[in-house]
């Protein structure tokens, strides 16, 4: 497996669940990110780690919470979502924080009913 | 503040150039940009560095002029393969952590 993957691929939750979204990195990065994407809005970073350390929490509620046990995975845990945090969930890594470009995931599409 | 992207939305007929342009209202250490098609994860295409800049690669190429604060990205003869939506992601200053991407540009290549 090259690259980064995340899994599920797709996923519908209902507002009371809770559920996991999952990315792996083959890539021998540093820096892992959490991005979420909704129609016709920009990218929006979520959350960055870098040496497994969070170093961004971009004002993201907290029915969202990340969790990197090392370099080469990334979770995100939800619970109690809303209607409105349906959408694109990207998975990127990099290098390092700045300089370097990031690579994506093929992403999980949430759908929370 | 997400940089701005212009023009939203392009159709061209394969062969003709697109320019692709992306404005700050900060100062900026580098320019990033990303081509996502329908469906699929963003790709990277380039970085521009602080330093005003020039890059590319095949038919695609970029300029960063940092006194403007902008970044312009050049299609050129362009492909189907090139129809996707470009975004360009900005940082505004080293050990920023935060790429900032725009709004995108729809770019469709018709026959």
């Known amino acids: 497996e090259t690259g980064v993957t995340q899994t599920p691929r797709h996923l519908v939750m209902g507002m009371t669940n809770k559920k996991s979204l999952k990315c792996e990195q083959h890539?021998?990065?540093?820096?892992m990110y959490w991005y979420k994407q909704s129609a016709k809005k920009p990218l929006e970073l979520m959350f960055v780690y870098n040496f497994k350390e969070q170093t961004e929490n971009n004002s993201v509620p907290s029915r969202f919470s990340p969790e990197c046990p090392n370099s080469s995975h990334l979770f995100l845990h939800l619970h109690t979502l809303q209607p409105e945090d349906s959408a694109l969930y990207l998975c990127?890594?990099?290098?390092?924080?700045?300089?370097?470009?990031?690579?994506f995931g093929p992403g999980t599409r949430l759908t929370v009913t | 503040q997400q940089p701005v992207q212009s023009p939203q939305a392009v159709i061209l007929r394969e062969g003709e150039d697109a320019v692709i342009n992306c404005s700050s209202s900060?100062?900026?250490?580098?320019v990033h940009w990303y081509r996502q098609k329908h469906g699929e994860a963003p790709v990277f295409l380039m970085i521009?560095?602080?330093?005003?800049e020039q890059k590319g690669h095949d038919k695609i190429s970029a300029s960063f002029n940092e006194k403007k604060q902008q970044s312009s990205l050049y299609l050129t003869a362009s492909q189907l393969s090139y129809s996707g939506t470009y975004f360009c992601g900005t940082f505004s200053n080293f050990g920023n952590e935060k790429l900032t991407f725009g709004t995108g540009t729809r770019l469709t290549i018709i026959p």
């Open positions: 890539l021998g990065h540093n820096a």
């Open positions: 521009l560095l602080k330093g005003g």
């Open positions: 900060k100062a900026l250490y580098s």
């Open positions: 990127a890594s990099s290098q390092d924080r700045v300089s370097y470009e990031q690579y």
